[in-house]
Antibody, heavy 120, light 106 residues
Framework: EVQMLESGGGLVQPGGSLRLSCAAS????????MNWVRQAPGKGLDWVAS????????NYADSVKGRFTMSRDNSKNTLYLQMNSVRVDDTAVYYC?????????????WGTGTTVTVSS | IQVTQSPSSLSASVGDRVTITCRAS??????LAWLQQKPGKAPNLLIY???TLQSGVPSRFSGSGSGTDFTLTISSLQPEDSATYYC?????????FGGGTKVEIK
């Protein structure tokens, strides 16, 4: 069964750091691009970052560029999002989503999400 | 690239034909997806490439359009279609979503 499970969310103070993980199973992880998408409480979907299947290329939303780093470990079938200098407006449910191919970012399958709350 | 959806919400009866539109601020060819999200759940891909139905999605859902104007149609609304629908452009980074259309059943 293809699935992805996010973890690492929690409560963090403004200016702090957090690392999210997304463990994938049931497919050849390195064959697929991956995405992070977030959703603030009561709001719409907000793309955060994407990475190619090889991990060689990443793209970021301007709102997180320079603060967040997306990476993947294909030997562990795991995707990461390192969040530094977090702000109150980073509060959201964070989803990982599998792409359609190595450099195809259509979001075919989504995890259940992990909640990040930034508050003092 | 900005993506604008309309309407932001609608209410329709079971069996009705429902249409949601999405407009991109510049041409995106057919690099558009439609997703459905039910409360408390992760989104689900319905359509990609503007008109290709994702595997397992009921055939009452269809998508059309290219360039800047796109449409999601539900041919006969069912109770389980109550959800928020989002379009998303994938022509170029940053990837962007529309603001969503909340569909309620009368």
């Amino acid at each position: 069964e293809v699935q992805m499970l996010e973890s690492g969310g929690g409560l963090v103070q403004p200016g702090g750091s957090l690392r999210l993980s997304c463990a994938a199973s049931g497919f050849t992880f390195s064959d697929y691009a991956m995405n992070w998408v977030r959703q603030a409480p009561g709001k719409g979907l907000d793309w955060v970052a994407s990475v190619t299947g090889s991990g060689g290329r990443t793209n970021y939303a301007d709102s997180v560029k320079g603060r967040f780093t997306m990476s993947r470990d294909n030997s562990k079938n795991t995707l990461y999002l390192q969040m530094n200098s977090v702000r109150v407006d980073d509060t959201a449910v964070y989803y990982c989503a599998q792409g359609f191919g190595s450099e195809n970012y259509y979001m075919v399958l989504w995890g259940t999400g992990t909640t990040v709350t930034v508050s003092s | 690239i900005q993506v604008t959806q309309s309407p932001s919400s609608l209410s329709a009866s079971v069996g009705d034909r429902v249409t949601i539109t999405c407009r991109a601020s510049e041409g995106i060819s057919i690099y558009l997806a439609w997703l459905q999200q039910k409360p408390g759940k992760a989104p689900n891909l319905l359509i990609y490439g503007a008109s290709t139905l994702q595997s397992g999605v009921p055939s009452r859902f269809s998508g059309s359009g290219s360039g800047t104007d796109f449409t999601l149609t539900i041919s006969s609304l069912q109770p389980e279609d109550s959800a928020t629908y989002y379009c998303q452009q994938l022509k170029s980074f940053p990837l962007t979503f529309g603001g969503g259309t909340k569909v309620e059943i009368k």
